[in-house]
C-alpha cells in the first residue's frame, strides 16, 4: 500500500526516498524525506496526503520553482516552507511563471493555467530562504547540505545529506532531457553546475525524475552523460548556423532541435526556442558566434 515510501539506510531509519506517481513523469516528481523534513512535494496530491498520515512533516525545502515539484504545497499548511532566495518570487506568486516560461498571452499559457488549476497549485509563502553551503542540522545526526546548482533555474538546489553521503539533485535530473526553458536559465552556470556537483562523494543519488542511482563511480558517469547531452544539441544548433547567413534562433523555431517529437507541442515549440537561445548566449560568450546585421554567423 506504501511502497512510495523506500528506506534507504540501514542506519538510519528515517531516511526515505518518496516515489512520485507514474514514475515521476512530468506533472509529478519524486521527493526525499528526512526525519521531519521533506524535499518538494510533486509526488501527486493522494500521496502527499498519504504521507501526511504516516509521518509527520514540519520543513519543506523546495528545490525550485517548477511547477512538478511545489504542487503538494498546498496540503502542508501547518509546515514551514525554505528555497534559494532567487526561486522565491515564483513560488510566492505563481502569475509569475507565465512570463518565466515566456508563455503569457498565448494557447500554451491557457493550457498551463489548466494544469496549476487541475494540480491546485497554489502561492506559497516561504519562511525563510537557505543559502549555498548552508547546514540544515536534522534531528542529532544528520547534516543536510544545501548546493546552489543554478541554470535550471536561477535558485536551483541540490542537498547532500553527510552522514549517509545521499544526495537529492533535484532537476538536475539525469535523464536524457536537460531542461533550461525559463528566462531564469542559464546554460553555462547548467554545466558548472553538473560540474560541480562531480565533486561530491555520494553513494546514492535521488532526482526529481529518476530511480535511486548507487555508486560513486556510476554517478559521476551519469552527470557526465547528462551533461554530453547538452554538448549533442549544441552540435545539432551549430550544424544549422553558418559563416555568411546571418541567422537568429526564431529561425530556428519548430524544427525539433532538441524535442525530438513535440508531447505538449504548443508548450514545448515555445520551450525549444527558449533553449535554442540559451546555447546562442554560450556561443556567444564562446566566441562560437557573433552578431552579424540582424543576426548571426559562425566565427
Ligand atoms: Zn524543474
Excluded at 93 to 121: C, S, W
Excluded at 134 to 159: D, Q, R, Y
Amino acid at each position: 500500500m506504501n511502497n512510495f515510501v523506500q528506506p534507504l539506510s540501514d542506519e538510519f531509519k528515517n531516511i526515505f526516498f518518496i516515489e512520485g506517481e507514474q514514475n515521476a513523469r512530468y506533472p509529478y516528481s519524486h521527493s526525499f524525506l528526512i526525519e521531519n523534513y521533506l524535499i518538494d512535494t510533486g509526488i501527486s496530491n493522494k500521496r502527499v496526503k498519504k504521507l501526511k498520515r504516516l509521518f509527520q512533516i514540519n520543513h519543506v525545502l523546495l528545490s525550485h520553482w517548477h511547477e512538478d515539484h511545489i504542487s503538494g504545497n498546498g496540503l502542508l499548511k501547518g509546515a514551514e516552507f525554505y528555497c534559494h532566495k532567487d526561486d522565491k518570487p515564483a513560488i510566492e506568486d505563481i502569475e509569475k511563471m507565465f512570463p518565466y516560461y515566456n508563455v503569457q498571452n498565448t494557447t500554451a499559457g491557457e493550457e498551463f493555467r489548466k494544469l496549476l488549476e487541475i494540480f491546485g497549485i497554489e502561492n506559497t509563502h516561504i519562511d525563510k530562504t537557505f543559502e549555498d553551503n548552508e547546514i540544515i542540522n536534522i534531528g542529532e545526526h544528520l547534516k543536510l547540505k544545501v548546493i546552489h546548482t543554478p541554470g535550471h533555474t536561477a535558485g536551483h538546489c541540490g542537498f547532500y545529506e553527510i552522514k549517509t553521503q545521499i544526495a537529492f539533485l533535484g532537476d538536475i535530473d539525469l535523464t536524457r532531457f536537460p531542461y533550461y526553458a525559463n528566462i531564469d536559465s542559464n546554460l553555462i552556470d547548467f554545466e558548472d553546475s553538473i560540474e560541480k556537483l562531480k565533486d561530491l562523494d555520494i553513494k546514492i543519488v535521488l532526482t526529481g525524475h529518476r530511480d535511486p542511482i548507487e555508486g560513486q563511480d556510476n554517478i559521476k558517469e551519469e552527470l557526465d552523460n547528462f551533461k554530453s547531452i547538452i554538448l549533442k544539441r549544441d552540435e545539432r544548433i551549430l550544424e544549422n548556423l553558418s559563416e555568411k547567413i546571418p541567422i537568429n534562433a526564431i529561425d530556428l523555431k519548430h524544427k525539433n532541435l532538441i524535442y525530438k517529437r513535440y508531447n505538449y507541442e504548443n508548450f514545448e515549440v515555445i520551450s525549444e526556442l527558449v533553449m535554442i537561445k540559451k546555447h546562442f548566449d554560450k556561443f556567444i560568450i564562446n566566441g562560437l558566434i557573433e552578431p552579424k546585421e540582424n543576426g548571426f554567423v559562425l566565427s
